[in-house]
Nanobody, 124 residues
Framework: QVQLVESGGGLVQAGDSLRLACATSEVAFRNTAMGWFRQAPGKEREFVASISRTGANSDYSDSVQGRFTISRDYAKNTAYLQMNSLKPEDTAVYYC?????????????????WGQGTQVTVSS
């Protein structure tokens, strides 16, 4: 099955930036749409951003639109989530996600493959 390895989380101040990375095998990367969901304490896991299998299309939640940018590097088999202008409300565990589809679903219960999660904490 598809294995996803996440990195890039950390503790930052409001207004700062972080870049998350999600790496997998070449075969898996070229055949999957990818993205991130996040989950804060006491809340359900929610969609953040996704990029299509070919990289031609991307999707963002309203809460991160204009601040986050998702991309993928086929030479490194890695997807990236550049997070700018971070807010305390962005604090959560961020989970990389993948599926063998053209575009990743926004419904967490429908996602097939998950990374281990990485903590992002934004101080206020």
């Amino acid at each position: 099955q598809v294995q996803l390895v996440e990195s890039g989380g950390g503790l930052v101040q409001a207004g700062d930036s972080l870049r998350l990375a999600c790496a997998t095998s070449e075969v898996a990367f070229r055949n999957t749409a990818m993205g991130w969901f996040r989950q804060a304490p006491g809340k359900e896991r929610e969609f953040v951003a996704s990029i299509s299998r070919t990289g031609a299309n991307s999707d963002y939640s309203d809460s991160v639109q204009g601040r986050f940018t998702i991309s993928r590097d086929y030479a490194k088999n890695t997807a990236y989530l550049q997070m700018n202008s971070l807010k305390p409300e962005d604090t959560a565990v961020y989970y990389c996600a993948a599926d063998i589809t053209g575009q990743l679903t926004t419904r967490p219960n429908a996602v097939k493959y998950w990374g281990q999660g990485t903590q992002v904490t934004v101080s206020s």
